[in-house]
């Protein structure tokens, strides 16, 4: 089942529209955050790590507030989850979990 707003008319034509413009948008917030992330991961500078992290923060902020309006308007469709495939993923995550090395700190 599909979740999803009603969607949002807009002109079809060949130039870009409101939707391709914030749909584009919000593909390069993620890739920026994406790119962030992988910094973050890897920097060694803590006062260079505390600037990416604001910069970051506010990137998948405004990500956020793009992927809302985006679903809002009807832009982006979701499928619901099927019940039985997340029990059986949590289920599958679970002993993959026992596995951990720091195992017994999670609990």
Same mark, same amino acid.
């Given at each position: 089942?599909?979740?999803?707003? +009603? !969607? @949002? %008319?807009?002109?079809?034509?060949?130039?870009? *529209?409101?939707?391709?413009?914030?749909?584009?948008?919000?593909?390069?917030?993620?890739?920026?955050?994406?790119?962030?992330?992988?910094?973050?991961?890897?920097?060694?500078?803590?006062?260079?790590?505390?600037?990416?992290?604001?910069?970051? +923060? !506010? @990137? %998948?902020?405004?990500?956020?507030?793009?992927? *809302?309006?985006?679903?809002?308007?009807?832009?982006?469709?979701?499928?619901?989850?099927?019940?039985?495939?997340?029990?059986?993923?949590?289920?599958?995550?679970?002993?993959?979990?026992?596995?951990?090395?720091?195992?017994?700190?999670?609990?």
């Amino acid at each position: 089942m599909k979740v999803q707003n +009603t !969607e @949002t %008319q807009i002109p079809k034509t060949p130039q870009m *529209n409101d939707r391709d413009f914030i749909n584009d948008m919000l593909s390069t917030e993620k890739y920026m955050t994406d790119s962030y992330c992988t910094f973050l991961n890897e920097a060694s500078h803590q006062h260079l790590y505390d600037e990416i992290l604001h910069m970051f +923060t !506010e @990137t %998948q902020n405004c990500q956020r507030e793009l992927y *809302n309006l985006m679903f809002k308007k009807g832009w982006y469709t979701l499928e619901q989850a099927d019940q039985q495939k997340l029990q059986q993923s949590y289920q599958q995550f679970q002993g993959y979990a026992s596995q951990f090395p720091y195992n017994n700190m999670m609990q």
